[in-house]
Nanobody, 122 residues
Framework: QLQVVESGGGLVQPGGSLRLSCAAS????????IGWFRQAPGKEREGVSC???????NYADSVKGRFTISRDNAKNTVYLQMNSLKPEDTGVYYC????????????????WGQGTQVTVSS
């Protein structure tokens, strides 16, 4: 079936780094915009970063300068490199895919992953 799967989450100390992966199966990501979202306990899900099929990017103000989104179409994977992690970055991180040639951060997505837990704590 068509799906995206997140991986790479875990427990890390403040100031540490993690790289999350969003891999697609059943379709190719070349023509898809990809968004990363996160949800902390008791909080609404929020957008973290987005990347268009052409490589244009967008970041939430809270992660600018610390997170980097990128895509490797040959591996059918989108990455979220997270550096200088803070406790407030803790949450379940989701990736989502939307078929688009234009949008960096579409209002709706076709496919959602199951999420991967990121915990930043000393």
């Amino acid at each position: 079936q068509l799906q995206v799967v997140e991986s790479g989450g875990g427990l890390v100390q403040p100031g540490g780094s993690l790289r999350l992966s969003c891999a697609a199966s059943g379709f190719t990501l070349d023509y898809y915009a990809i968004g990363w979202f996160r949800q902390a306990p008791g909080k609404e899900r929020e957008g973290v970063s987005c990347i268009s099929s052409r490589g244009s990017t967008n970041y939430a103000d809270s992660v600018k300068g610390r997170f980097t989104i990128s895509r490797d179409n040959a591996k059918n994977t989108v990455y979220l490199q997270m550096n200088s992690l803070k406790p407030e970055d803790t949450g379940v991180y989701y990736c989502a895919a939307r078929g688009s040639y234009y949008y960096t951060c579409p209002g709706e997505y076709d496919y959602w992953g199951q999420g991967t837990q990121v915990t930043v704590s000393s």
